[in-house]
């Protein structure tokens, strides 16, 4: 019993540290080492980053290994998709395969633009004042489109642009920007300076300078441990946020963490420790059975043998006078032994069925004990009447 007792104990303990070390793994901000402006990352399998006069890329799970790619201008700002990174200039976009596997195809843009976004079939730039023009991907010639709509784009995503009012409403249109903005009604509560990421959850700036999560028609603050964030990024394969901050942290400004958390991995690991906790929870009301049982059966025996030894306490209390007598009285004890041989037989008999019952029976539980006891009951009331037969 001590034993299974240390087992349940064992896995309680292995379940309790289980969930903790995984809630704190994935809402914890991880700091990654290096200082940059902005990161974008892929599902290719590569974060890249841009500083204020380089480019950089580093493979997942990036530990700080920022190799630089040289391009021969100075980086405002840096998007990515499934396929391709997209770095603009003050005059050129430059468009490279995420895996880094292609040179920079160079694409003029139709006026100087400060920021890039990128849809499921566009590729949009737009200036300060939100003056914007789209490309059609994948972009390989400057066949750039100029949108006649000042409304400033704030973060895309595939299917969708968004924008915050002078209100600090999230608004919302088409990746075409073809069905016009409107506010997302869920959201009208809550109040925003600026929209930072849109692929998974909307994250944006509230007026209060907290960093905001809305999904599932609500919003809820996200934790960013002090760091003041001033670009977020969505790894869509494995659903990691990467932050940059205006504030530096002890190696850097760079981290990531889970957007949410998929508990379905975590469930399945503390399922399978309670069925063990289970298993032994029921061999120890088995083994309780069993010596329930075992209680039993010893108890009735001692019964019987108590019966028997009242039955056979008869002994000679005279000493024989002569050689006649003694022989006489010999012959009168070994009559009885022989008048009780069938008795001892049937004791015998009982008592082997009960044991093999036992044995052999005690998977059946309460039933297993109800035949021995049956079976005891039974040899009781046959070995009786046999000792009455034999009296006679």
């Known amino acids: 019993m001590t034993d299974f007792s240390k087992a349940y104990d064992s896995l309680t303990d292995e379940s309790n540290n289980f969930i903790t070390t995984q809630l704190n793994q994935k809402s914890i901000w991880n700091a ?25 890329y580093c493979q997942l799970p990036c530990s700080g290994q920022w190799n630089n790619v040289p391009i021969n201008e ?4 840096i998007t990515t998709d499934e396929s391709n990174i997209y770095i603009l200039t003050s005059n050129n976009l430059f468009i490279k395969s995420a895996n880094n596997q292609t040179d920079w195809l160079i694409i003029k843009i139709p006026f100087s633009g400060s920021q890039v976004f990128s849809t499921s079939s566009y590729i949009w730039i737009q200036d300060s004042s939100g003056k914007k023009a789209r490309l059609p991907k994948p972009g390989t010639t400057s ?16 299917t969708s642009l968004f924008s915050i009012n002078s209100q600090g409403q999230i608004m919302k ?7 016009g903005w409107y506010t997302i009604p869920d959201y009208e509560g809550s109040k925003f300076s600026n929209l930072l990421e849109s692929s998974n959850a ?14 599932d028609n609500k919003c809820d603050i996200v934790d960013t441990q002090g760091m003041n964030p001033s670009s ?35 469930m399945k690991t503390i399922n399978d420790i309670e069925e063990k906790r289970d298993q032994i929870k029921n ?51 070994v009559q009885q032994l022989q008048n009780a041989m069938p008795i001892i037989q049937k ?46």
Do not use: H
Not at 44 to 51: M, Q
Not at 74 to 77: A, G, Q
Not at 173 to 178: G, K, R
């Open 283 to 333: 061999n120890i009301e088995l083994e309780s059975e069993k010596n329930k049982n075992t209680s039993f059966i010893i108890t009735e025996l001692r019964k019987l043998k108590t019966f028997f030894d009242e039955f056979f306490k008869n002994k000679p209390t005279k000493i024989p006078k002569n050689l006649k007598s003694q022989v006489i009285e010999i012959n009168s004890q």
């Open 232 to 266: 977020l990024s969505m790894e869509p394969t494995t659903k990691s946020l990467w932050m940059t901050t205006t504030n530096e942290g002890s190696i850097g400004n760079i981290f990531n963490k889970q957007d949410s958390i998929d508990y379905s991995s975590t």
């Open 202 to 215: 909307l994250y944006g700036m509230s007026s209060d300078n907290q960093l905001n999560r809305c999904s």
């Open 143 to 158: 066949n750039w489109s100029l949108i006649q709509d000042t409304t400033k784009i704030s973060s895309s995503n595939q």
């Open 74 to 77: 100075l980086p405002l700002d």
């Open 173 to 179: 249109t088409d990746e075409s920007l073809n069905s």
């Open 347 to 392: 004791v015998l008999f009982y008592i082997i069925i009960a044991v093999l019952i036992y044995l052999f029976g005690s998977f059946l539980g309460f039933l297993c004990t109800l035949l021995v006891f049956g079976v005891l009951a039974y040899g009781i009331y046959d070995i009786y009447f046999l000792v009455n037969k034999v009296n006679e």
């Open 32 to 56: 990654i080492p290096g200082s940059l402006n902005k990161v974008s990352t892929s599902s290719l399998g590569f974060a890249w980053g841009i500083d204020s006069s380089k480019v950089y």
